[in-house]
């Protein structure tokens, strides 16, 4: 049976076959130029990957009808390594704490899967995301030049982040 968040409650699930086309639609939302589908399930058939969506339960409607997906991450985990390869919350759910859930539950899952560190990159220009990752416990360890390349042809510096994989707090719901 699976567990319901309550209203306002943040739930974290892992992304199953029958996702992808919802976790492409988040992505979509979240980034100018969004994963496609295939994209996404060329990712997640690598060893070591996984995604888990946030959802959160919209007042005013039926438990099953107020389930909303609002926000995904996707990781990899490779030996003792893992990667933040992508993270997002649609815009009306942000600042409530639905990207920290889920970095919180990524990183305990990789760690679960025997990773000891997480890497990521982030936008130098992306400072809300740079937040939340400190906040986090990841510290700035290098920069990538010219590593994104905008939709408008602009090219976009990078910082790696890293952090290390102890005591995680799991929020990851049964179904
Ligand atoms: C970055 C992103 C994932 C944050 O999602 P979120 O659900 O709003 O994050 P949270 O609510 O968990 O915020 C956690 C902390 O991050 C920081 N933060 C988040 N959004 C912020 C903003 N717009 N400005 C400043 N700090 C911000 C805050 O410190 C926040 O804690 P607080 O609300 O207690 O102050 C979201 O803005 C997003 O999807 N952006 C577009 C996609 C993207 O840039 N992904 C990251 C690519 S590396």
Same mark, same amino acid.
């Given at each position: ?5 309550? +209203? ?23 980034? %100018? ?7 996404? *399930? ?11 969506? *946030?959802?959160? &339960? ?22 003792? @390594?893992? @990667? ?19 970095? @919180? ?7 679960? *899967?025997?990773? %000891? ?5 982030? *936008? ?8 939340? &990752? @400190? ?11 010219? &590593? ?19 005591? +995680? ?7």
């Amino acid at each position: 049976m699976m567990a319901l968040p309550r +209203p306002g409650q943040i739930a974290v699930k892992n992304i199953g076959p029958f996702d992808l086309g919802r976790l492409a639609r988040l992505h979509r939302g979240c980034f %100018e130029d969004g994963w496609s589908r295939s994209d996404i *399930a060329h990712l997640l058939s690598l060893p070591g990957s996984f995604g888990l969506i *946030a959802r959160c &339960y919209e007042r005013g409607l039926s438990a099953i009808d107020g389930l909303r997906g609002v926000g995904f991450a996707i990781c990899r985990v490779v030996r003792d @390594e893992s @990667e933040l390869l992508s993270i997002g919350v649609l815009q009306p759910w942000r600042q409530r704490g639905v990207a920290g859930t889920l970095l @919180e539950a990524a990183m305990a899952r990789a760690h679960a *899967a025997g990773a %000891e560190t997480m890497f990521l990159e982030v *936008a130098v220009d992306n400072v809300p995301a740079q937040t939340l &990752y @400190e906040m986090h416990r990841f510290q700035r360890v290098g920069t990538r030049l010219d &590593y994104y390349h905008r939709p408008d042809g602009r090219k976009i510096s990078a910082y790696t982040m890293k952090a290390s994989l102890y005591e +995680p707090r799991s929020t990851v719901t049964s179904d």
